[in-house]
């Protein structure tokens, strides 16, 4: 990569941007820290491997000195046995590095047809991984320019149970979003889904998207990833949050994107630029985050009246 190995080594190591910079990486999170330096940490990572969405916990150690990042999953993803590996940044010049992901990994029971596809789609999603890293350690120089987070936040007087409800159930979402314009929804586990939209933009232009979304519940929140993302975005991840208080209840939609800066004139024109891109995706999101606040709070407040 054509890029300093110390850039590198900051995106591998960063465990709350991985769904923004990996691919195959839906939401992780951080459960415990192992030491005082923060070099030994425990993540929980949901991602993608062969269309499928799988989960794990895993043990990490970061050697700052010699640019390596070590894995090794203790609640591990079926169909394997075991399953580790080391991430490696060698420098091998001022600006150019070389990244290096070694996995070593069993099928449970021994199983070929779960050796094979452990070995098909661990590779698939590990080159996909890496592409995304390139992708953002070549314009390590521009990536405050490429990174884009916000959020819009709402106060509802009515039950927290009800504005989740509300999000939780995309399925009806054409019928109260007029920039949706179907929905497909597959649960192939509690609490997962996978969600393909066809959203208008503000041009009258429709899109196709596909996401994942993680549902908690008894958290009060629901994570999401364009796994097909939209125009303008390389990337796209975020979280709905419903957080109570004595007074009433405080939903905020969060985004975090990565621009691609290689579509931005063919969408918005001759001599566009990354400014422009910005204030595109913002407003966009933004208008539809807070739409879907003031209906989440209608649908709350209509419901159950609270004095």
């Known amino acids: 990569m054509d890029a300093p190995a110390g850039v590198i080594y900051t995106l591998i190591v960063s465990a709350e941007h991985r769904p923004l910079y990996f691919a195959s990486n839906v939401y992780v999170e951080r459960l415990d820290v192992h030491d005082f330096r923060g070099a030994r940490e425990r993540l929980r990572v949901w991602a993608l ?9 895993s043990d990490r150690v970061r050697d700052s000195a010699r640019r390596s990042l070590s894995f090794r999953q203790d609640q591990i993803m079926e169909p394997a046995g075991s399953m580790g590996g080391t991430f490696s940044v060698q420098p091998i010049g001022p600006d150019r590095c070389r990244l290096t992901v070694d996995h070593a990994f069993t099928s449970r029971d021994d199983s070929p047809e779960g050796m094979a596809w452990l070995e098909r789609n661990v590779a698939a999603a590990t080159r996909s991984d890496l592409k995304n890293v390139r992708f953002l350690a070549e314009r390590w120089n521009r990536l405050d320019e490429l ?18 409800s509300f999000l939780y159930d995309v399925e009806s979402w054409p019928a109260h979003l007029p920039h949706v314009r179907r929905v497909d929804l597959t649960e192939p586990q509690v609490g997962v889904q996978k969600v ?10 429709v899109q196709d998207i596909t996401s994942v979304r993680l549902c908690f519940p008894h958290a009060g929140r629901i994570v999401h990833k364009e796994t097909t993302p939209r125009k303008l975005v390389a990337a796209h991840c ?7 208080d004595e007074d009433g209840v405080t939903v905020t939609s969060q ?17 566009a630029g990354l400014e ?3 204030r595109q995706v913002r407003a966009e999101l933004g208008a539809e985050s807070l739409q879907m606040l003031y209906l989440a709070q209608q649908y709350a407040e209509s419901a159950v009246r609270v004095l």
Request: aromatic share 4%.
């Open 49 to 57: 491997a062969g269309g499928e969405v799988k989960s794990w916990t």
């Open 147 to 164: 990174l884009l987070s916000f959020e819009e936040s709402a106060r509802v007087k009515g039950p927290a149970e009800l504005i989740h």
């Open 196 to 205: 393909a939209m066809a959203l208008a933009a503000a041009d009258g232009t």
């Open 238 to 244: 975020g979280e709905w949050s419903v957080v109570s």
């Open 255 to 271: 985004h975090h994107v990565v621009l691609r800066e290689q579509d931005v004139e063919q969408v918005l024109g001759r001599g």
């Open 276 to 278: 422009d891109a910005r």
